[in-house]
């Protein structure tokens, strides 16, 4: 049982759409992102997804609407719920999601990750 320094883990690595697990509990998994550009459309049947802006601006949109998560905001994204979050600027982003999530969800790209790194 160590504290984690999330400015640490970020400083790690560079590279975009790539979630790295930086910690697990109770069959959920903390993950620290980095995003810029604009995502696939995608959804999650079985998972909810939590979107923690850490540094930065995250836009998250829907079928019928856009959402600015801005730092120190976050975002419950619901399962089922289609959604493709964009950042103009690199954001930084941390993610609580159940351990089977897959990033691309119903989609598969090459965005995929099927087994994110570990830091």
Known sequence: MDPVNIGEK??????????KIVG???????KLVKLKGTFVWHSHAE???L???LRGTL????????VTVREN?????????EHRPSAEEE????LFE??????????????????????
């Open 10 to 19: 970020l400083a790690a690595f560079g590279d975009h759409w790539s979630p």
């Open 24 to 30: 697990e509990l109770n069959g959920q998994q903390v």
């Open 47 to 49: 998972e909810d997804e």
């Open 51 to 53: 979107f923690y802006v």
């Open 59 to 66: 836009t998250m949109e829907f079928r019928d609407r856009t």
């Open 73 to 81: 905001e976050f975002l419950i994204v619901p399962r089922g719920v």
């Open 91 to 94: 954001v930084s982003v941390m």
């Open 98 to 119: 159940p351990a089977s999530t897959l990033n691309t969800g119903d989609t598969v790209n090459r965005f995929t990750k099927e087994h994110p790194d570990r830091l």
